[in-house]
């Protein structure tokens, strides 16, 4: 794994953990709540390497 | 608890089970692997990592099976899975290991070219992730790949993707296209560095002809064809004529375009003294106006709008009720790349290359492509390869 493939998958994980931070502090919108966890499931995909 | 949280739970539980659901079959088959039973011929195997070492340890390495002849003779390379959705040409490989037998000269052959491709799919057209040949002893199940790389390999793409060494402006996703990243280099982005090693291999071996299978849409003006360069294009013409004259299927000619870079048909010709070859089969499957991307429309070619496009004459091969099958596919690439062989012999006698026991274009129509495998459980042991 090169040092740009390394740093994409930072990114991932970033954009990730700021998704599921969002979604854990949503406390009265049900559509953003279900929004945050849409996209973060490409991103759980790629940090597992699943796709 | 507030029904709020009720909410966020039962969204934590769903989105849980939807990434798991669609994750599971996408992990299956990028690790899945396809048994195949080397035959009397193979001598050898060893790897792309062989001649580029950065590929060692990775899942884009493939293996090279070598069918080295009784008396010393040519060299020829045949090459499946350049792009992993378009499979007769891996089956047609697959029947080579497990049957041919080379009396002169040196076969070389990559069934898994890309192999980060084939273990690669798009859930967005709604392919199928495998598809079965049928065989005597039960179905044989395959790994239906993509055009390109995966990013779990090869991740970020480029805006554009310069080629090298030409420079010229591709789309960025050819960066993971197997067959725009020749001549490739040894410190390029992992697909440059898998063709940098084919390209090492017809060097280093003295390869005297490469074909690259392929498979076309039959809405594409190449498609049934063997492309050519310049060097290669008498050998072309005249396996055309005579496939057309014996084994009564059309592949006509195409030349290479000098000006359109990374292709295989043109930089192999290009940077080493090998003759290459694409041959390109039609595929209804790939046919952006089609029904369902079904396992049955990758098997038979039976499609009702291609039926309808062919009777107002947009189609650019002959299309009838029989579709376009997998057997005539592969017999095609089969009939094809032996004539190609048998017309190098003819034109270079100190380098002929003579192999039996390979089925025909008839054979294949007649008796399927599944009557050519063999049971790896019954076979020795040694002699099972995993793709």
Same mark, same amino acid.
């Given at each position: 794994m090169n040092i740009i493939m390394i740093f994409y998958y930072l990114i991932s994980a970033f954009l990730a953990v700021l998704l599921a931070w969002n979604f854990i502090r949503e406390k009265k919108n049900v559509n953003d709540m279900i929004l945050y966890l849409l996209v973060l499931a490409p991103f759980v995909l790629r940090l597992l390497r699943i796709k | 608890m507030t029904?709020?949280?009720?909410?966020?739970?039962a969204l934590t539980i769903l989105a849980l089970a939807l990434v798991t659901a669609g994750g599971i079959p996408l992990y299956k088959h990028r690790h899945s692997r396809m048994p195949l039973v080397a035959g009397p011929g193979v001598t050898k195997v060893i790897k792309l990592s062989d001649f580029e070492p950065s590929l060692k340890g990775r899942m884009i390495d493939a293996d090279i099976f070598v069918l080295e002849g009784r008396e010393p003779g040519g060299k020829a390379l045949l090459i499946a899975n350049t792009h992993a959705n378009e499979p007769a040409g891996l089956l047609a490989t697959l029947i080579v290991i497990e049957n041919a037998v080379v009396d002169k000269g040196t076969l070389y052959v990559i069934p898994t070219f890309n192999a980060s491709a084939s273990r690669n799919t798009k859930p967005g057209d709604g392919y199928p992730l495998y598809y079965d040949i049928p065989t005597a002893w039960g179905k044989v199940l395959f790994r239906m790949g993509n055009r390109d790389a995966s990013p779990l390999d090869q991740w970020p793409d480029p805006d554009a993707y310069i080629h090298y060494p030409?420079?010229?402006?591709? &789309?960025?996703?050819?960066? @993971?296209?197997?067959?725009?990243?020749?001549?490739?280099?040894?410190? +390029?982005?992992? !697909?440059?560095?898998?063709?940098?090693?084919? /390209?090492?291999? !017809?060097?280093?071996?003295?390869?005297?002809?490469?074909?690259?299978?392929?498979?076309? $849409?039959?809405?594409?003006?190449?498609?049934?064809?063997?492309?050519?360069?310049?060097?290669?294009?008498?050998?072309?013409?005249?396996?055309? !004529?005579?496939?057309?004259? !014996?084994?009564?299927?059309?592949?006509?000619v195409e030349?290479?375009?000098?000006?359109?870079?990374?292709? &295989?048909?043109? $930089?192999?010709?290009?940077?080493?003294?090998?003759?290459?070859?694409?041959?390109?089969?039609?595929?209804?499957?790939?046919?952006?106006?089609?029904?369902?991307?079904?396992?049955?429309?990758?098997?038979?070619?039976?499609?009702?709008?291609?039926?309808?496009?062919?009777?107002?004459?947009?189609?650019?091969?002959?299309?009838?009720?029989?579709?376009?099958? /997998?057997?005539?596919?592969?017999?095609?690439?089969? &009939?094809?790349?032996?004539?190609?062989?048998?017309?190098? &012999?003819?034109?270079?006698? +100190? @380098?002929?290359?003579?192999?039996? +026991?390979?089925?025909?274009?008839?054979?294949?129509v007649k008796n399927g492509v599944g009557a050519y495998f063999h049971d790896p459980a019954k076979a020795d042991p040694k002699n099972v390869h995993y793709e």
């Open positions: - | 029904d709020k949280n009720n909410v966020k739970i030409d420079k010229q402006l591709l &789309s960025y996703l050819d960066v @993971r296209n197997t067959n725009r990243t020749w001549p490739g280099r040894p410190d +390029g982005p992992p !697909m440059e560095r898998v063709t940098f090693a084919a /390209m090492e291999l !017809m060097r280093r071996e003295k390869i005297d002809v490469a074909i690259d299978f392929h498979g076309a $849409e039959t809405m594409f003006p190449v498609t049934n064809c063997i492309v050519a360069p310049q060097k290669s294009a008498k050998i072309a013409t005249l396996t055309a !004529m005579m496939v057309k004259a !014996m084994e009564g299927f059309d592949s006509h030349p290479s375009p000098q000006n359109f870079r990374g292709l &295989s048909h043109r $930089e192999i010709g290009d940077f080493s003294d090998t003759l290459p070859f694409l041959l390109e089969a039609p595929i209804p499957f790939l046919d952006q106006p089609t029904g369902p991307k079904t396992v049955k429309l990758l098997l038979d070619g039976k499609d009702p709008f291609l039926l309808n496009l062919a009777k107002e004459k947009r189609l650019f091969v002959p299309y009838d009720e029989n579709g376009w099958p /997998m057997d005539k596919r592969v017999g095609q690439h089969m &009939s094809t790349a032996l004539e190609i062989l048998k017309q190098f &012999s003819k034109k270079t006698p +100190g @380098r002929a290359l003579k192999l039996t +026991g390979v089925p025909q274009y008839a054979e294949l």
